[in-house]
């Protein structure tokens, strides 16, 4: 039995909204991505109905790789998820700030030091979402020309994530005394230098910033390849990944938990939160209508180079006949393997044509969509947490603001009058409202083990 028989709630904060033609819409603001108003008000919705969280999505490079896909695309226009989420920080008083950063075209002590910042910003509503780089278009941004090997982009990132861990506890909780009529500004026995010297990676440390309040900003992490589930087990706290159906939901959640028991991690400490795009309307003619609206603003160029990308560019999808059925298998990409796999499962599933096939990823990715009225979307909602396939959800509105508001105007009274959401915060910090244990310092720790065990060596 779960110790908290509540969903999670997070808000997915896409520039315009997550569906490919979002940017079109008459509601949108077409410069939403670099427009802080736009910003603060979709996360002002989002925090008035008590959702646990916003999340950004990041790659750091242009994802398209040809000019069609490009002109018409609207997300290559927006902040670095760490500076807006920081600019919200003093716009927010509860709701948590996740960015994504990844280990792959990164430096531990660089995203240490600003994770920190932020969750000291916030007051302790800091998350990191960690990704190892699996866009082919990143790597020339680094002078590397290929990415590296999939399996050793996460060996690199777990050393990444000990090593971080390691910086954020440079400093005990109380090591700062400040101190103005003694001059003792900080405690130099309570300062630990990290000291790694690793396969990937060498950092002295220390962090030159106070422990985070949270002790670690909560990890946040979204992969489900073999070596991306493993990763999960050992490191997440809140797991985002794509479950499109029900039975992939309860496979996955059900591995994951056993993965992280194994390893000694209660299952409430490990939360799994599948993405869902929920196109709510008050009849299901309606809620068709605003899809079928948001298809009609979605050019071919966009939805093939999309479907190219997120099936790991295995395939040259110009080239093929769009109404024969996907295949049940395709070479294996170095990029989003996660990503192919589901996709494939989920068109051998369907019998999807290929032209099918990217109508889906054009209008959700490989995320859960439901298409039709609250009740509806709320029962699919309630029977994927009832059921072992989701803690809680990232919901990933179709346009901002408008589908979120749709959302929490229409869905977010079902799930509470179901019992299964929250009306407000009841803690000070992400970790608090998340159910979420704040980690003790390792070094803290280590010492009053010590401690312990020279008392008793005496005794």
């Known amino acids: 039995m779960r110790l908290n028989e509540q969903m999670k709630l997070g808000l997915f904060l896409a520039q315009a909204g997550f569906h490919e033609g979002a940017w079109r819409d008459p509601s949108v603001p077409a410069n939403g991505g670099v427009n802080i108003d736009h910003y603060a008000r979709v996360v002002g919705l989002a925090e008035d109905a008590a959702f646990h969280f916003a999340f950004i999505a990041d790659s750091p490079c242009v994802l398209e790789g040809d000019h069609e896909h490009i002109a018409r695309v609207g997300r290559n226009d927006g902040f670095e998820p760490i500076t807006l989420l920081s600019a919200l920080s003093s716009k927010t008083q509860n709701i948590g700030l996740v960015a994504t950063a990844t280990t792959t075209y990164n430096q531990p002590y660089h995203l240490a030091r600003r994770f920190a910042s932020l969750d000291h910003l916030s007051r302790g509503r800091a998350a990191w979402n960690i990704v190892t780089s699996g866009v082919k278009f990143e790597a020339a941004n680094f002078g590397d020309d290929e990415l590296p090997d999939h399996d050793e982009r996460y060996a690199r990132a777990g050393e990444f994530v000990e090593v ?45 910033i106070a422990r985070p309040p949270q002790g670690y900003p909560v990890l946040v992490q979204a992969g489900a390849s073999d070596a991306g589930t493993d990763f999960a087990a050992k490191f997440a706290e809140v797991v985002f990944t794509s479950s499109p159906y029900l039975e992939l939901g309860k496979r996955y959640y059900s591995s994951l938990k056993e993965k992280a028991r194994a390893l000694g991690r209660e299952d409430d400490q490990v939360l799994v939160m599948p993405g869902i795009v929920p196109i709510v309307g008050k009849t299901k003619q309606e809620a068709s209508e605003k899809l079928q609206k948001l298809q009609s603003y ?71 969509m439901v298409v039709g009225t609250p009740d509806e979307i709320a029962k699919v909602m309630v029977r994927m947490f009832d059921e072992r396939a989701a803690d809680g959800f990232n919901v990933m509105p179709a346009t901002l603001p408008a589908g979120l508001k749709d959302f929490v105007e229409l869905v977010v009274p079902e799930l509470r009058r179901l019992g299964k959401f929250r009306s407000g915060y009841s803690g000070q910090t992400l970790r608090d409202n998340l159910g979420l244990k704040r980690p003790l310092n390792q070094y803290a720790l280590d010492s009053a083990r010590s401690r312990c065990e020279s008392y008793g060596a005496r005794q």
């Open 164 to 208: 971080v861990r390691g910086l954020w506890d440079s400093w005990e909780d109380d090591a700062f005394v400040r101190d103005k009529e003694s001059g003792i500004f900080a405690n130099p026995k309570k300062l630990h230098l990290l000291n790694h010297q690793g396969k990937y990676l060498s950092v002295r440390g220390p962090l030159n």
């Open 298 to 368: 979605t050019h071919i160029d966009v939805q093939i180079g999309l479907a190219n990308r997120l099936l790991g560019f295995v395939t040259d999808l110009r080239s093929v006949d769009l109404d024969s059925l996907v295949p049940e298998s395709l070479p294996q990409t170095n990029f989003t393997q996660t990503t192919q796999k589901m996709l494939l499962e989920l068109a051998v599933r369907e019998k999807f044509t290929w032209r099918e096939l990217i109508r889906r990823i054009s209008d959700s990715k490989s995320a859960l």
